[in-house]
Protein backbone atom coordinates (compact mmCIF):
# COMPACT_ATOMS: atom_id res chain seq x y z
CA UNK A 1 0.00 0.00 0.00
CA UNK A 2 3.10 2.65 0.56
CA UNK A 3 4.24 1.70 -2.64
CA UNK A 4 1.25 2.01 -4.06
CA UNK A 5 1.27 5.72 -2.45
CA UNK A 6 4.39 6.33 -3.47
CA UNK A 7 3.34 5.51 -6.86
CA UNK A 8 0.56 7.81 -6.94
CA UNK A 9 1.96 11.07 -5.50
CA UNK A 10 4.93 10.39 -8.18
CA UNK A 11 2.37 10.52 -10.73
CA UNK A 12 0.43 13.27 -9.42
CA UNK A 13 3.74 15.49 -8.97
CA UNK A 14 5.14 14.72 -12.61
CA UNK A 15 2.42 15.09 -14.78
CA UNK A 16 -0.50 17.40 -12.81
CA UNK A 17 -0.28 21.41 -12.76
CA UNK A 18 1.68 23.17 -9.96
CA UNK A 19 3.86 25.22 -8.33
CA UNK A 20 5.39 25.94 -4.64
CA UNK A 21 6.11 28.92 -2.84
CA UNK A 22 9.54 28.61 -0.75
CA UNK A 23 8.89 30.23 2.58
CA UNK A 24 11.67 31.95 3.84
CA UNK A 25 12.25 33.49 7.30
CA UNK A 26 15.95 34.96 7.75
CA UNK A 27 18.97 35.30 5.27
CA UNK A 28 21.64 35.68 7.99
CA UNK A 29 24.34 34.30 10.21
CA UNK A 30 23.20 33.16 14.27
CA UNK A 31 25.12 31.65 16.36
CA UNK A 32 21.87 29.22 17.50
CA UNK A 33 18.63 29.09 15.76
CA UNK A 34 16.38 27.20 17.69
CA UNK A 35 13.65 27.33 15.43
CA UNK A 36 15.42 26.46 12.67
CA UNK A 37 13.77 29.63 10.49
CA UNK A 38 17.57 31.23 9.26
CA UNK A 39 19.14 30.67 6.44
CA UNK A 40 23.07 31.62 5.77
CA UNK A 41 23.77 34.06 2.91
CA UNK A 42 26.11 31.59 2.01
CA UNK A 43 23.55 28.62 1.66
CA UNK A 44 20.97 31.37 0.25
CA UNK A 45 23.14 32.72 -2.46
CA UNK A 46 23.43 28.33 -3.93
CA UNK A 47 19.86 27.62 -3.29
CA UNK A 48 19.21 30.58 -5.93
CA UNK A 49 21.69 29.43 -8.03
CA UNK A 50 19.96 26.10 -7.86
CA UNK A 51 16.45 27.80 -8.87
CA UNK A 52 17.59 29.71 -11.25
CA UNK A 53 19.22 26.55 -13.03
CA UNK A 54 17.26 23.91 -12.27
CA UNK A 55 13.94 25.62 -12.29
CA UNK A 56 14.06 27.97 -15.15
CA UNK A 57 12.87 30.45 -12.97
CA UNK A 58 16.43 30.12 36.66
CA UNK A 59 19.83 28.69 35.75
CA UNK A 60 18.52 30.33 32.63
CA UNK A 61 19.78 33.65 33.74
CA UNK A 62 23.50 32.47 34.26
CA UNK A 63 23.64 30.45 30.97
CA UNK A 64 27.51 30.00 30.60
CA UNK A 65 29.83 30.62 27.16
CA UNK A 66 30.26 26.63 28.04
CA UNK A 67 26.64 25.99 28.21
CA UNK A 68 25.94 27.79 24.84
CA UNK A 69 29.03 25.73 23.24
CA UNK A 70 27.86 22.35 24.45
CA UNK A 71 24.67 23.00 23.45
CA UNK A 72 24.75 25.23 20.40
CA UNK A 73 22.90 22.46 17.65
CA UNK A 74 20.14 22.64 19.93
CA UNK A 75 16.29 22.77 17.79
CA UNK A 76 13.09 22.94 19.05
CA UNK A 77 12.07 20.11 17.08
CA UNK A 78 14.14 18.27 19.43
CA UNK A 79 12.24 16.85 22.35
CA UNK A 80 14.74 16.88 24.61
CA UNK A 81 15.65 20.30 26.78
CA UNK A 82 19.23 19.77 28.26
CA UNK A 83 18.38 23.15 30.67
CA UNK A 84 16.26 25.28 32.69
CA UNK A 85 17.43 27.65 29.86
CA UNK A 86 15.85 25.80 26.91
CA UNK A 87 12.75 24.80 29.25
CA UNK A 88 12.06 28.10 29.66
CA UNK A 89 12.20 29.34 26.36
CA UNK A 90 9.63 26.64 25.03
CA UNK A 91 7.36 28.29 28.03
CA UNK A 92 8.09 31.87 27.27
CA UNK A 93 7.10 31.34 23.40
CA UNK A 94 4.17 29.38 24.02
CA UNK A 95 3.30 32.16 26.46
CA UNK A 96 4.36 35.39 24.02
CA UNK A 97 3.50 34.25 21.17
CA UNK A 98 -0.75 34.38 22.42
CA UNK A 99 -0.48 37.56 23.28
CA UNK A 100 -1.94 40.92 21.82
CA UNK A 101 0.99 43.28 20.65
CA UNK A 102 1.11 45.64 23.52
CA UNK A 103 0.15 42.92 26.13
CA UNK A 104 3.70 41.23 25.10
CA UNK A 105 5.58 44.35 24.60
CA UNK A 106 4.98 44.63 28.77
CA UNK A 107 5.80 41.60 29.78
CA UNK A 108 9.02 41.57 27.71
CA UNK A 109 9.82 45.16 28.80
CA UNK A 110 9.72 43.43 32.75
CA UNK A 111 11.51 40.47 31.85
CA UNK A 112 14.41 42.98 30.58
CA UNK A 113 14.24 44.54 34.69
CA UNK A 114 14.43 41.09 36.13
CA UNK A 115 16.47 39.97 34.15
CA UNK A 116 18.91 43.18 34.22
CA UNK A 117 19.74 43.50 30.60
CA UNK A 118 19.61 46.66 28.08
CA UNK A 119 17.47 46.47 25.31
CA UNK A 120 19.75 46.53 22.25
CA UNK A 121 18.92 44.58 19.48
CA UNK A 122 21.71 41.73 17.44
CA UNK A 123 22.93 43.03 13.90
CA UNK A 124 21.79 39.54 12.73
CA UNK A 125 18.19 40.04 14.43
CA UNK A 126 17.61 43.32 13.00
CA UNK A 127 14.70 44.56 10.68
CA UNK A 128 14.81 45.51 6.84
CA UNK A 129 15.26 48.98 7.02
CA UNK A 130 12.91 51.55 4.74
CA UNK A 131 15.43 52.08 2.33
CA UNK A 132 16.06 48.59 2.16
CA UNK A 133 12.49 48.06 1.94
CA UNK A 134 12.19 49.97 -1.39
CA UNK A 135 15.56 48.80 -3.01
CA UNK A 136 14.01 44.95 -2.76
CA UNK A 137 10.79 45.94 -4.00
CA UNK A 138 12.69 48.07 -7.07
CA UNK A 139 14.41 45.22 -7.81
CA UNK A 140 11.72 43.22 -9.72
CA UNK A 141 12.12 39.48 -8.68
CA UNK A 142 10.15 40.17 -4.58
CA UNK A 143 6.74 40.90 -4.05
CA UNK A 144 6.23 42.66 -0.61
CA UNK A 145 3.66 41.63 1.38
CA UNK A 146 1.42 42.58 4.48
CA UNK A 147 2.27 40.23 7.75
CA UNK A 148 -0.14 42.38 10.25
CA UNK A 149 2.20 44.83 13.02
CA UNK A 150 3.36 42.68 15.94
CA UNK A 151 2.98 39.03 14.35
CA UNK A 152 0.32 37.69 16.62
CA UNK A 153 -2.10 34.59 16.38
CA UNK A 154 -4.74 36.32 14.83
CA UNK A 155 -6.86 33.05 15.55
CA UNK A 156 -6.33 34.29 19.43
CA UNK A 157 -7.66 37.93 18.48
CA UNK A 158 -11.23 39.51 18.04
CA UNK A 159 -11.93 40.33 14.53
CA UNK A 160 -11.57 43.84 15.34
CA UNK A 161 -8.29 43.02 16.68
CA UNK A 162 -7.55 41.47 13.53
CA UNK A 163 -8.84 44.58 11.60
CA UNK A 164 -6.19 46.93 13.17
CA UNK A 165 -2.94 44.70 12.29
CA UNK A 166 -4.31 44.05 9.05
CA UNK A 167 -4.77 47.43 7.66
CA UNK A 168 -2.09 49.14 9.74
CA UNK A 169 0.30 46.80 7.96
CA UNK A 170 -0.95 46.87 4.49
CA UNK A 171 -1.53 50.75 5.16
CA UNK A 172 2.28 51.30 6.56
CA UNK A 173 3.72 49.58 3.63
CA UNK A 174 2.16 51.23 1.02
CA UNK A 175 3.21 54.61 2.61
CA UNK A 176 6.59 53.68 2.55
CA UNK A 177 6.73 51.89 -0.86
CA UNK A 178 4.34 53.93 -2.82
CA UNK A 179 2.26 51.05 -4.64
CA UNK A 180 -0.29 48.99 -3.73
CA UNK A 181 0.26 45.96 -1.26
CA UNK A 182 -1.94 42.94 -2.48
CA UNK A 183 -0.33 39.87 -0.79
CA UNK A 184 -0.46 38.77 2.93
CA UNK A 185 1.15 36.37 5.08
CA UNK A 186 -0.74 34.59 8.27
CA UNK A 187 1.56 35.09 11.42
CA UNK A 188 2.11 31.42 12.62
CA UNK A 189 -0.05 30.23 10.07
CA UNK A 190 -2.81 31.01 11.87
CA UNK A 191 -6.49 32.65 10.44
CA UNK A 192 -9.79 32.53 10.98
CA UNK A 193 -12.76 33.36 8.46
CA UNK A 194 -12.89 36.64 9.91
CA UNK A 195 -9.74 37.13 8.56
CA UNK A 196 -9.73 36.14 5.09
CA UNK A 197 -12.84 38.09 4.90
CA UNK A 198 -11.07 40.89 6.30
CA UNK A 199 -8.37 40.68 3.96
CA UNK A 200 -10.80 40.79 0.96
CA UNK A 201 -12.26 44.47 1.83
CA UNK A 202 -8.80 45.32 2.58
CA UNK A 203 -7.73 45.01 -1.15
CA UNK A 204 -6.08 41.42 -0.48
CA UNK A 205 -5.42 39.16 -3.63
CA UNK A 206 -3.88 36.19 -1.82
CA UNK A 207 -2.43 34.85 1.37
CA UNK A 208 -0.37 32.32 2.46
CA UNK A 209 -0.64 29.72 5.07
CA UNK A 210 2.38 27.49 6.52
CA UNK A 211 0.42 24.26 5.57
CA UNK A 212 3.17 22.19 3.62
CA UNK A 213 2.15 21.44 -0.36
CA UNK A 214 2.66 22.17 -3.95
CA UNK A 215 -0.18 25.07 -5.10
CA UNK A 216 -2.37 23.44 -7.09
CA UNK A 217 -4.88 24.58 -9.67
CA UNK A 218 -7.65 24.69 -7.82
CA UNK A 219 -5.68 26.11 -4.59
CA UNK A 220 -7.51 28.79 -2.72
CA UNK A 221 -6.13 32.16 -2.81
CA UNK A 222 -6.16 33.07 0.26
CA UNK A 223 -4.84 29.66 1.91
CA UNK A 224 -1.94 29.04 -0.36
CA UNK A 225 0.42 26.53 0.94
CA UNK A 226 4.20 27.04 1.66
CA UNK A 227 6.92 24.59 2.13
CA UNK A 228 9.75 26.02 4.69
CA UNK A 229 13.51 26.05 3.20
CA UNK A 230 15.87 25.06 6.08
CA UNK A 231 19.72 25.65 6.17
CA UNK A 232 21.01 23.70 3.14
CA UNK A 233 24.02 23.53 0.83
CA UNK A 234 22.82 23.56 -2.73
CA UNK A 235 23.16 19.34 -3.09
CA UNK A 236 20.06 18.64 -0.42
CA UNK A 237 18.50 21.70 -1.29
CA UNK A 238 18.11 20.58 -5.03
CA UNK A 239 17.39 16.91 -4.30
CA UNK A 240 14.84 18.54 -1.83
CA UNK A 241 13.70 20.96 -4.37
CA UNK A 242 13.00 18.37 -7.22
CA UNK A 243 11.34 15.79 -4.81
CA UNK A 244 8.31 18.74 -4.12
CA UNK A 245 8.20 19.35 -8.57
CA UNK A 246 8.34 15.71 -9.60
CA UNK A 247 7.19 13.72 -6.37
Known amino acids: MQRLRQAARRLKYRFASHALILMYHRVTELPNDPYLLAVTPKHFAEQLEVILCDCELEDARTYTENNYRQHRDWHVERQDD ?29 LLVWAGAERTGRRSHYALTTE ?13 GAHTMTHPYLAALTGAEQNCEIRQSKECLEAILGCPVTSFAYPHGSSTPESVAILNEAGFVCACSSHPDAVWRDADCFYLPRVVVRDWSWKPFKRWLRWWIDG
Do not use: M, T
Not at 132 to 144: F, K, M, P, R, S
Open 82 to 110: PSSRHRLFRRLYAELSALVGGERQKVLDE
Open 132 to 144: ELILLQAGGLVDV
